[in-house]
């Protein structure tokens, strides 16, 4: 009965650190995996209609949807490559084209900031502002 006892407290502690650990559900801590909308470019709010309905949802597999009012207007795909304080991003259209960006977060990964170029096929070496590039901040888009 005690060695019942000490596997069942045992089995139960192991439960509580996996459960613990998984936090909330939902993407992990600094993806981009998600639902976000549009507040600010290159520093200046975005309050327009357009802004405010569109909602960018990056999947776990890779896609970027983007819809207004619920209605898809527009796919891409992405892929995604650790760099040193944020992450490469290099986004392609179904025409062929290529953006290449870099992405990090604010406020604890409630904002996400994308740094695309405007110019060329280079990669930001910072996530500050500079020539050629456009700065966007999103934050998830409210759930139904």
Do not use: R
Request: aromatic residues 10%.
């Amino acid at each position: 009965m005690k060695k019942f006892l000490t596997i069942t407290v045992a089995a139960m502690l192991l439960i509580s650190l996996l459960l613990a650990s998984c936090g909330g559900g939902g993407a992990p801590k600094g993806s981009i995996v998600g639902k976000w909308v549009i507040f600010e470019k290159n520093g200046k709010v975005s309050d327009d209609e357009f802004s405010k309905n569109t909602v960018f949802d990056f999947t776990a597999d890779g896609k970027i949807i983007i819809s207004m009012g619920g209605e898809a207007m527009g796919d891409f795909t992405y892929t995604t490559e650790k760099a040193t304080g944020f992450t490469h991003i290099i986004i392609k259209t179904k025409d062929g084209d290529t953006i290449y960006g870099a992405f990090s977060f604010e406020d604890g990964g409630k904002v996400l900031i994308l740094k695309t170029n405007d110019k060329d096929q280079t990669y930001p070496t910072k996530m500050d502002a500079e020539e050629g590039y456009t700065i966007e901040k999103y934050k998830p888009a409210a759930t139904e």
